[in-house]
Protein backbone atom coordinates (compact mmCIF):
# COMPACT_ATOMS: atom_id res chain seq x y z
CA UNK A 1 0.00 0.00 0.00
CA UNK A 2 1.58 3.55 -0.71
CA UNK A 3 1.50 5.67 2.23
CA UNK A 4 1.23 9.60 2.54
CA UNK A 5 3.79 11.49 3.96
CA UNK A 6 2.48 15.10 4.79
CA UNK A 7 -0.09 17.59 4.03
CA UNK A 8 1.57 20.03 1.67
CA UNK A 9 -1.38 22.71 1.37
CA UNK A 10 -4.41 23.71 3.65
CA UNK A 11 -6.94 25.91 1.61
CA UNK A 12 -8.72 28.53 3.05
CA UNK A 13 -11.83 30.65 0.98
CA UNK A 14 -12.18 34.07 1.85
CA UNK A 15 -14.40 37.13 0.64
CA UNK A 16 -11.55 39.65 0.15
CA UNK A 17 -8.40 38.63 -0.61
CA UNK A 18 -6.69 42.11 0.21
CA UNK A 19 -8.48 41.62 3.76
CA UNK A 20 -7.17 38.52 4.77
CA UNK A 21 -3.90 38.92 3.22
CA UNK A 22 -3.44 41.99 5.53
CA UNK A 23 -4.23 39.82 8.62
CA UNK A 24 -2.09 37.24 7.49
CA UNK A 25 0.96 39.07 6.74
CA UNK A 26 0.47 41.82 9.49
CA UNK A 27 -0.54 39.41 11.90
CA UNK A 28 0.95 36.04 11.61
CA UNK A 29 4.29 37.37 9.34
CA UNK A 30 3.41 34.93 6.59
CA UNK A 31 5.80 35.32 3.56
CA UNK A 32 3.80 35.21 0.10
CA UNK A 33 4.43 32.68 -2.48
CA UNK A 34 2.37 33.51 -5.19
CA UNK A 35 -0.50 35.70 -5.62
CA UNK A 36 -2.93 35.59 -8.34
CA UNK A 37 -6.18 37.09 -9.30
CA UNK A 38 -7.69 34.59 -7.46
CA UNK A 39 -5.44 33.03 -5.06
CA UNK A 40 -2.83 33.91 -2.62
CA UNK A 41 -0.51 31.61 -0.83
CA UNK A 42 2.33 31.58 1.75
CA UNK A 43 5.00 29.63 2.96
CA UNK A 44 4.32 28.14 6.82
CA UNK A 45 6.99 27.18 8.53
CA UNK A 46 9.27 26.62 5.07
CA UNK A 47 7.40 22.88 4.83
CA UNK A 48 3.49 23.87 3.94
CA UNK A 49 1.75 26.29 1.69
CA UNK A 50 -1.62 27.94 3.44
CA UNK A 51 -3.81 29.17 -0.28
CA UNK A 52 -6.16 31.48 0.79
CA UNK A 53 -8.65 31.57 -2.30
CA UNK A 54 -11.17 34.26 -3.17
CA UNK A 55 -14.85 32.10 -2.32
CA UNK A 56 -16.66 31.64 -5.31
CA UNK A 57 -13.68 31.62 -7.76
CA UNK A 58 -12.74 28.15 -8.05
CA UNK A 59 -16.36 26.53 -8.60
CA UNK A 60 -15.08 26.05 -12.06
CA UNK A 61 -11.85 24.10 -13.71
CA UNK A 62 -8.95 25.69 -14.24
CA UNK A 63 -7.25 24.88 -17.35
CA UNK A 64 -3.65 25.89 -18.47
CA UNK A 65 -1.25 24.18 -21.42
CA UNK A 66 -0.16 22.16 -18.12
CA UNK A 67 -3.08 20.14 -17.11
CA UNK A 68 -6.78 20.82 -15.11
CA UNK A 69 -7.13 21.71 -11.30
CA UNK A 70 -11.02 20.21 -11.03
CA UNK A 71 -13.21 22.97 -9.14
CA UNK A 72 -13.39 23.34 -5.45
CA UNK A 73 -14.67 25.61 -2.48
CA UNK A 74 -15.63 26.02 0.85
CA UNK A 75 -18.03 27.85 3.03
CA UNK A 76 -18.41 28.64 6.72
CA UNK A 77 -16.05 28.67 9.53
CA UNK A 78 -13.13 26.12 8.58
CA UNK A 79 -10.45 25.01 10.91
CA UNK A 80 -6.70 25.07 10.77
CA UNK A 81 -3.79 24.76 13.10
CA UNK A 82 0.02 26.26 13.27
CA UNK A 83 2.57 24.56 14.94
CA UNK A 84 4.12 26.67 17.32
CA UNK A 85 7.10 26.47 19.87
CA UNK A 86 6.13 26.24 23.07
CA UNK A 87 8.95 28.92 24.47
CA UNK A 88 6.86 31.57 22.08
CA UNK A 89 3.27 31.22 22.88
CA UNK A 90 3.65 34.19 25.19
CA UNK A 91 4.95 36.08 22.87
CA UNK A 92 1.78 35.05 20.42
CA UNK A 93 -0.51 35.93 22.94
CA UNK A 94 1.50 39.38 23.60
CA UNK A 95 1.41 39.75 19.77
CA UNK A 96 -2.27 39.28 19.39
CA UNK A 97 -3.25 41.44 22.38
CA UNK A 98 -1.24 44.29 21.07
CA UNK A 99 -2.68 43.80 17.71
CA UNK A 100 -6.20 43.70 19.11
CA UNK A 101 -6.85 40.25 17.97
CA UNK A 102 -9.13 38.45 20.49
CA UNK A 103 -7.76 34.74 21.87
CA UNK A 104 -11.13 32.91 21.45
CA UNK A 105 -10.04 30.08 23.67
CA UNK A 106 -7.41 28.39 25.29
CA UNK A 107 -6.40 24.90 25.99
CA UNK A 108 -3.60 22.84 27.97
CA UNK A 109 -4.23 19.34 26.67
CA UNK A 110 -3.86 15.69 28.55
CA UNK A 111 0.07 15.27 27.15
CA UNK A 112 0.93 19.25 27.87
CA UNK A 113 0.71 20.90 24.41
CA UNK A 114 -1.11 23.55 24.94
CA UNK A 115 -3.15 26.53 21.89
CA UNK A 116 -4.48 29.33 21.71
CA UNK A 117 -7.37 29.86 19.17
CA UNK A 118 -8.44 33.20 17.30
CA UNK A 119 -10.72 34.02 14.26
CA UNK A 120 -8.99 35.58 11.11
CA UNK A 121 -11.41 37.97 9.38
CA UNK A 122 -13.60 35.31 7.44
CA UNK A 123 -14.56 34.10 10.70
CA UNK A 124 -12.19 30.76 10.06
CA UNK A 125 -10.63 29.40 13.71
CA UNK A 126 -7.10 29.56 13.64
CA UNK A 127 -5.05 27.80 16.26
CA UNK A 128 -1.48 27.69 17.83
CA UNK A 129 -0.36 24.26 19.07
CA UNK A 130 2.36 23.61 20.78
CA UNK A 131 4.22 20.09 20.87
CA UNK A 132 1.87 17.62 22.78
CA UNK A 133 -1.06 17.08 21.40
CA UNK A 134 -0.37 14.21 19.42
CA UNK A 135 1.29 11.25 19.22
CA UNK A 136 2.93 12.88 16.34
CA UNK A 137 3.07 16.18 17.46
Known amino acids: MPRLNRII ?5 VDDLERAAAFYE ?10 TKTLYAYDIGGSSVLLLFHRGESLG ?3 SPNG ?22 PAWESRL ?33 SPGVWATY
Open 97 to 129: KQLGVAIEGRMTWERGGKSLYLRDPDGHLLELM
Open 9 to 13: ETALY
Open 68 to 89: IIPPHDGSGPLHICFAVDTEEL
Open 26 to 35: NVLDVKALLR
Open 61 to 63: SQT
